[in-house]
């Protein structure tokens, strides 16, 4: 089989059980949003984002070093295998024991102090998933794309099915008055929020169980000297992954912290949920991004050989480009249908923030294409730096905007951070690694997708049919003007 073609294959097997999950998780937004108050899905919202950070820290890195170390040919594999393995059970073991031990004072430091065993389940969670992380990294280095699905998708299941039947069936069974079996042995109503904790618990331990014979049939060896190297060569990686989870996540929690001494605890985890609810709208793009990664990376670097790769680079990051404009046009164009996918009107208040989100993620897209030219000249430490730069602005602009804005601020300091790491990273692609990328024509399209968006909103048409079929011809008026610009070939690389 062609090289490329099983690559293709088997990134799109490796992709694709991340992406559903990803969308399967977002699917789960209405039936969230519309079995608990602001509030609650703000809890929901919070404790994600402290789950983002703990992962990256419980990983530390060796999931890259456990590629990088195993694909020597001086090392022995089963070798390195092990020596992550029995890192992380280490690491995870400790960490599992300092959170049982301190789960009142954590709960307490996060303003949940009734609910310690939130805690605890969530270290659970990331623990598992931590470990988890080395087996379907060798999953993945033997080729057997296909045991990494049925994991990835085994656990998604899990996960999707528990949310249905404690949120969806018991819960408003239960407020119904009704009494069977089921509700009466599995549901209780005192858990609430934590049954979406519960859900995703169950699924880390299958999802561990699954994996189990990858782990029991490791090579009792420990590599003190290999470690250490490890942990020098992960160090950055560590630091780099922790900026960006910084960018992604900070906000959640600093509108928390910074929030509830004006508003009290419900009132901030209100805001939070607000905003994580409208947030999930700009998702739309970033699974399309998702999708677009696992695709492009592997080509990028089968490609930097051709004489013409930097005229590749540039046409993709061009139809990136337009297709991100299409996505956020036709978002923006039927919001006011979109917004019934956040089943509780009280969230819509948030809406305003879905478009300068959508941005964000463009940009953040954007920044992703253009760190090719750090990748193959061989500065990952550049990354690391301008994801830090990132970070330094998203938590300086939360802290001084949201005692002021609010959520609105956090918004904007996403689309601030994300747009800066894309200006700096094509300032130094172009003195390391210069791609003609078409700046004139992505500018362009983009500026035309705001301003459909703008003219859309200065209409404000109320008559529902005479709205959306103008909606519509704006729509289709976007994309014949592409159409016409690009003239589009049956491959984009000739």
């Known amino acids: 089989m062609n090289p490329l073609k099983k690559l293709a294959g088997q990134t799109a097997i490796y992709g694709l059980p991340s992406i559903v999950g990803r969308l399967l998780n977002y699917l789960l937004v209405p039936l969230h949003t519309a079995a608990f108050v602001k509030e609650s899905f703000g809890v929901i919202t919070e404790m994600y984002a402290y ?29 390195v295998y092990s020596t992550v393995l029995f890192s992380l059970l280490g690491s995870t073991s400790l960490f599992w024991l300092i959170s049982i031990t301190f789960s009142q004072s954590i709960a307490n430091w996060i303003d949940y102090p009734e609910n310690s065993e939130y805690v605890i389940w969530f270290a659970f969670i990331v623990g598992l998933d931590a470990i988890s992380s080395i087996p379907m990294a060798r999953l993945r280095t033997e080729n057997k794309a296909f045991h990494f699905a049925t994991v990835n998708f085994a656990s998604i299941l899990v996960n999707i099915s528990l949310n249905v039947f404690w949120i969806g069936y018991c819960m408003p069974a239960y407020e119904k008055g009704v009494s069977n079996f089921l509700i009466d042995t599995f549901y209780t109503p005192e858990i609430g929020v934590g049954y979406v904790f519960l859900a995703n618990l169950f699924a880390s331990i299958i999802k561990f169980a699954l994996l189990s014979p990858l782990m029991a049939k490791i090579k009792a060896v420990f590599n003190r000297q290999m470690l250490r190297e490890m942990l020098f060569y992960s160090s950055p990686i560590l630091i780099a992954s922790l900026a960006i989870i910084v960018n992604e996540s900070v906000d959640k929690i600093l509108l928390k912290r910074l929030l509830v001494d004006d508003l009290g605890v419900d009132g901030a985890n209100g805001q939070v949920g607000i905003y994580g609810a409208c947030y999930k709208l700009s998702i739309i793009i970033t699974l399309f991004i998702q999708a677009f990664r696992y695709a492009a990376e592997p080509f990028f670097f089968n490609q930097s050989q051709e004489k013409d790769a930097r005229e590749t680079y540039a046409k993709i990051m061009k139809y990136f480009t337009i297709v991100c404009a299409i996505i956020f046009t036709g978002v923006m164009l039927y919001i006011d249908v979109l917004k019934h996918f956040i089943s509780n009107p009280e969230y819509h208040v948030g809406l305003h923030v879905v478009p300068i989100l959508l941005f964000a993620n463009i940009f953040l897209g954007m920044f992703y294409n253009l ?25 300086v ?42 700046l004139g024509k992505m500018a362009f399209y983009l500026i035309l997708a705001l301003g459909i968006y ?12 005479l709205k959306y079929s103008t909606h519509t011809i704006l729509m289709l008026l976007f994309m014949i003007l592409v159409y016409v610009l690009e003239k589009p070939k049956k491959a984009i690389i000739s």
């Open 51 to 79: 789950v983002a950070f703990l992962v990256v820290i419980l990983t530390y890195g060796m999931e890259t070093a456990y590629f990088r170390f195993q694909s020597k040919k001086e090392n022995d594999s089963a070798e």
């Open 397 to 438: 602009l939360n802290l001084i905007f949201i005692p002021i804005y609010g959520y609105t601020a956090s918004a904007w300091a996403t689309l601030a951070c994300y747009g800066s790491m894309v200006l700096i990273s094509y300032w130094l692609g172009q003195k390391h690694y210069p791609v003609p990328y078409p």
């Open 454 to 465: 703008f003219l859309s909103d200065v209409l404000n048409l109320e008559n529902q049919w």
């Open 371 to 395: 760190s090719i030219w750090y990748k193959l000249s061989g500065k990952t430490r550049f990354g690391a730096y301008i994801a830090s730069f990132g970070a330094i602005i998203t938590i």
